[in-house]
């Protein structure tokens, strides 16, 4: 089993969306998936995948359930899939997220103890073959945590000044947990300048940027990923559903379809992490 963070230095960036996609395209490969939120501070994992839990992770940091109670069975989601598909949510209510402003390093060290005591259970009761951890942005303890526990980190950028600077700082702050098996992919390429293969002549920059910087920490270049411009103006026409009373449900875009470019971006990320690992 392999542990993968999904990792950024700044919020919404799209962590999460790469994160449930990566997580239904390695199931529909036939891998056995679980997925963790351990953005604990801002959960949302439930909303992407549509779910009302029962417990949460956060009972499982408390000692009030076993694992297995917090952990959703999705594989019936994943279209075409052999393997299975796990979820591990994190509470949203006021109380949990409060709870998590008052996180001191004794607190977060028994954290870590139950993420390592996870990843033993996923690979010998659940037969995971990769645990993705979905995190939250910045720098923190928790973040720390899910580095610990994990073999590779897949950061994820945006293209644009404020959130390169944020992300090299960051960077050049963790550089002691960073290997060469961390990736950097860069999401939400516009869709024009995706298709004309303008982000092309930038992958080169982008490589030699990561070979030298750092300290000498070198990051692999994991790909670009496209915005998905039919999911944004699905995303808009959901939540005015969604606030005139409907239950709606966010698509699934390598379950929707494989041909778009957002599915074949993210094929080709997912066939070189998982061929390296
Ligand atoms: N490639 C993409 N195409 C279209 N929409 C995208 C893409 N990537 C992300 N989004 C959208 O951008 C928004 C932010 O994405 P997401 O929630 O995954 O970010 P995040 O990094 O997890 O944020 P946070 O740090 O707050 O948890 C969401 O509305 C998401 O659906
Ligand atoms: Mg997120």
């Excluded at 899939?81 to 997220?97: H, Q, R, T």
């Excluded at 030298?212 to 990923?225: M, T, V």
Aim: charged share 20%.
């Amino acid at each position: 089993m392999e542990t993968w963070s999904i990792h950024s230095a700044k919020g919404g960036v799209g962590k999460s969306m790469i994160s449930v996609n990566l997580a239904f395209l390695l199931a529909k490969k036939g891998y056995n998936v679980c997925i963790i939120d351990y953005d604990l501070a801002a959960p949302n994992l439930h909303t992407y995948l549509g779910r009302t839990p029962r417990h949460f992770l956060n009972d499982y940091h408390n000692n009030s359930v076993e694992l297995g109670d917090c952990i959703e069975d999705l594989s019936d989601t994943v279209h075409l899939g052999g393997g299975k598909l796990y979820a591990c949510f994190s509470n949203p209510s006021s109380s949990s997220i409060d709870e998590m402003m008052k996180l001191d390093e004794k607190k977060a060290t028994k954290m870590l103890r139950k993420l390592i005591s996870i990843k033993k259970i996923m690979q010998k009761e659940y037969q995971i073959d990769y645990l993705l951890v979905d995190t939250s942005p910045g720098i923190g303890l928790t973040v720390v945590n899910s580095f610990i526990v994990s073999e590779r980190i897949i950061f994820i950028v945006r293209f644009s000044k404020v959130d390169i600077e944020s992300t090299i700082n960051m960077l050049n702050g963790f550089k002691e947990s960073i290997n060469e098996t961390s990736s950097l992919v860069v999401n939400m390429v516009p869709p024009k300048l995706f298709d004309e293969g303008r982000h092309l002549n930038l992958e080169q920059v982008v490589k030699s940027v990561l070979q030298s910087g750092f300290d000498r920490q070198s990051i692999q270049f994991g790909g670009w990923i496209p915005t998905d411009r039919k999911f944004v103006e699905q995303e808009f026409e959901l939540a005015t559903q969604m606030i005139s009373g409907y239950s709606v449900e966010i698509p699934i875009l390598v379950n929707e379809s494989m041909e778009i470019p957002f599915s074949i971006a993210l094929n080709s990320l997912c066939e070189k992490l998982t061929e390296s690992s």
